[in-house]
T-cell receptor
Framework: GEKVEQHESTLSVREGDSAVINCTYT??????FPWYKQEAGKSLHFVID?????DRKQSQRLIVLLDKKAKRFSLHITATQPEDSAIYFC??????????FGDGTQLVVKP | DMKVTQMPRYLIKRMGENVLLECGQD?????MYWYRQDPGLGLQLIYI???????SEGDIPKGYRVSRKKREHFSLILDSAKTNQTSVYFC????????????FGPGTRLTVL
């Protein structure tokens, strides 16, 4: 099956700087790549996704990049704020299969 | 109001006791999931339900079973709980399986003594 790896287990940035979280996947047939955020002590919620028909997607301060050749995708958070501090999970799936999650990256935004 | 609910939110049981975790959703989603989350291990998929009475094992089904008799309800059952089943359990739902956003419940923190 698919295996999704998140390269950074923790990431610390200064408020206002950009944060980048990188993920790789193994299944060349994967075509859907969502990101989820989990704040301390809370549940997960969806933040942004990208499908394989595009290589870039932006929603406000969040940018997702997809490199299908390298089987790599990344989440860029610009102008970070304290409320961005959380665990971020990347995931991948085929269009007709379950989602496989990475192990999460703890992002800390320092004031 | 799109919502996934879980009951109970906190539960303490003794080893060998039976455990019932319940999940509900109000979005008429076909697909529902049970995950467990342990520190450093991310999310592990226990079971997927594609619809009523249509369930499939995930990555770690041993020691668990599920029941889905109504589309809006999905239960996770631990027969004779073990201490290594102490974890946080999340239920989620999605419109369909695969490439669709999952909506997560608030989680149930289960402690097995």
């Amino acid at each position: 099956g698919e295996k999704v790896e998140q390269h950074e287990s923790t990431l610390s940035v200064r408020e206002g700087d950009s944060a980048v979280i990188n993920c790789t996947y193994t299944d060349t047939a994967s075509s859907y790549f969502p990101w989820y955020k989990q704040e301390a002590g809370k549940s997960l919620h969806f933040v942004i996704d990208i499908r394989s028909n595009v290589d870039r997607k932006q929603s406000q301060r969040l940018i997702v990049l997809l490199d299908k050749k390298a089987k790599r995708f990344s989440l860029h958070i610009t102008a970070t704020q304290p409320e961005d501090s959380a665990i971020y999970f990347c995931a991948a799936s085929r269009s007709n299969n379950r989602i496989f999650f990475g192990d999460g990256t703890q992002l800390v935004v320092k004031p | 109001d799109m919502k996934v609910t879980q009951m109970p939110r906190y539960l303490i049981k003794r080893m060998g006791e039976n455990v019932l975790l319940e999940c509900g959703q109000d979005m008429s989603h076909e697909t529902m999931y049970w995950y467990r989350q342990d520190p450093g291990l991310g999310l592990q998929l226990i079971y997927i339900s594609y619809d009523v009475d249509s369930n499939s094992e995930g990555d770690i089904p041993k020691g668990y079973r599920v029941s889905r008799k109504k589309r809006e309800h999905f239960s996770l059952i631990l027969d004779s709980a073990k201490t290594n089943q102490t974890s946080v359990y999340f239920c989620a739902s999605s419109k369909d399986w695969g490439a669709y956003e999952q909506y997560f419940g608030p989680g149930t923190r289960l402690t097995v003594l």
